[in-house]
C-alpha cells in the first residue's frame, strides 16, 4: 500500500428536504385541514478515527464528498426521510486544517473521535406546522435549510513511541529491519526511504512503535531535499533515536546537522529525549571509533551507544534504553491525566515523580 499523508479533499453536506402542501381529504369528514408534514434532514460530513489504517491513500484517488439531501414531507403528516450521513474515515494522528492548511480545525488522537465538518440542513416545515386557531387552512410551507460546503485539508502525523532520524545511509532501514518485522527497502546509495515506515519493536514482553523517518540532509527544516513534510511525523515520538554513521569522517557534523533542522522545524521537537548511537561499528577500527565516541560524547553531553544494526551487536542495551524513556513518558502522562481529573473533580492534585 502506498503512503499518502496529506490530502485536500471538498466536503458538502445534504440539503434539507422541503416540506409538503397537503389537505386531509375523506369521505364524511368536511373540514379536514391541513396534514403536511415536515422535510427530512439532510446528509452531514463527518470525519471519524479508526485503527487500522496508517495512510490516507483513500483521499487519492476520491476528493469529493458529498451528501443527499433529506426527502420530501408527504402528506398525512409524514416527515420526509432523512438522509445517511458521510463518515470519512482516517487513522490515527490525522489533523484537520482549513483550506489555508494552517488552521487547526481537530487533532484526532484516539481512536473513535469523531467531528461534524459540514451539517446537515434542517427540513422545511410542512403547512400542518402552520395551522393556528385564526388559519385553518394555511398554504404555507417551507423549502429545507441549505447544507454546507468546504475544502479542508487532511494531514497525518504518525503516532509512534519512538523516531528514528539521521542523515541519509546511516542506517536507518536496516535497523528498523532488524528490530521489527517491517520490510522496509535497504540499499547502498542516500534516500532508499522515499516515505516514513511503522514497525513494533519486541523488547522482552513489551514492545513500541518506531517510526523510520526518511533522511534528513541541512535545510530540511525549509523545505530541501525531502524536507520538513517528514519532520512532522516525529513530534509525537516520545523519544528520538539518532543514528550517526560511524564510517562518515565527520561525525560531529553527522550529529550537529540533525540537531540544527529539528531546532529550526520546532523547538519542541530539538528538547525531546534523544538517544544517540554510532552504528556501522564493524566497519571501523577501535581507536577510530573510540575517537569518534569522545568526539560526540564531549559536543553533545550524553552517552553514545555503539552498535552494528547489520550483525545486531549492542543491539539489545539499546532497545531496553529506549523503552525505559517510553514507559517514563507513559507514566508522567498519566499521572498528568489523573492530575487534570482530580483538579476537575476539585481534588488536591498530587505531584508525579520519576
Known sequence: MKFLDQAKVFLRSGNGGPGALSFRREKFIEFGGPNGGDGGRGGSVIVECVEGLNTLIDY??????????????MGRDRTGAAATDIILKVPVGTQVFEEDNETLIADLTEVGQRIVLCKGGDGG?????????????????????????????????????????GLPNAGKSTFLSVTSRARPKIADYPFTTLVPQLGVVAVGEREFVLADIPGLIEGAS??????????????????LLHLIDATEEDV???YETIRRELAAYDEGLAKKPEIIALNK???????????KVN????????????????????????????????????????????????????????????
Open 60 to 73: 487519492r484517488y476520491q476528493q469529493h464528498f458529498k451528501a443527499k439531501s433529506g426527502g420530501h414531507g
Open 125 to 165: 416545515r410542512g403547512n400542518a406546522a402552520f395551522k393556528t386557531a385564526t388559519n385553518r387552512a394555511p398554504r404555507k410551507i417551507e423549502p429545507g435549510w441549505p447544507g454546507e460546503e468546504r475544502w479542508i485539508w487532511l494531514r497525518l502525523k504518525l503516532i509512534a513511541d519512538v523516531g528514528l532520524v
Open 222 to 239: 525549509e523545505g530541501v531535499g525531502l524536507g520538513h513534510r517528514f519532520l512532522g511525523h516525529v513530534e509525537r515520538c516520545r523519544v
Open 252 to 254: 560531529m557534523g553527522s
Open 281 to 291: 561499528m564493524d566497519s571501523v577500527n577501535e581507536e577510530e571509533l573510540e575517537e
Open 295 to 354: 568526539a560526540i560524547k564531549n559536543a553533545s553531553g550524553k552517552p553514545v551507544h555503539v552498535i552494528s544494526a547489520v550483525i545486531g551487536e549492542n543491539v539489545e542495551p539499546l532497545l531496553f534504553a529506549l523503552l525505559k524513556i517510553v514507559d517514563e513518558s507513559k507514566a508522567e502522562e498519566k499521572a498528568e491525566q489523573e492530575a487534570e481529573e482530580k483538579l476537575l473533580a476539585g481534588e488536591e492534585p498530587t505531584t508525579w515523580r520519576p
